[in-house]
């Protein structure tokens, strides 16, 4: 099955807030992790926050879903939440 065409700003460099930092600290995986997490999502849907999103995928065989939001002035995609 063929994954939708993401927005154009998804190929932006990745930049993680300190609530992420303490999450991938938490939960025990890596910035390397977090990227390849993304790089495999299967659906990126809104955000109940304006401007956010959610893309959905898995880390070690379990569902993760992480929220990110692009940052159109930086050309940044800024990960806020696991």
Do not use: N, Q, Y
């Not at 700003?9 to 300190?18: A, G, Q, R």
């Not at 609530?19 to 109940?48: N, P, S």
């Amino acid at each position: 099955m063929a994954r939708r065409p993401w927005p154009p700003w998804w190929t932006w460099e990745l930049e993680l807030s300190v609530h992420v930092m303490k999450r991938m600290i938490d939960r025990r995986f890596t910035d390397i992790e977090l990227r390849a997490m993304l790089d495999a999502a299967t659906d990126l849907r809104r955000d109940i926050e304006p401007g956010r999103w959610v893309a959905v995928t898995r880390h070690h065989r379990r569902p993760r879903e992480v929220i990110v939001e692009p940052d159109r002035l930086s050309r940044v995609i800024v990960g806020h939440g696991l």
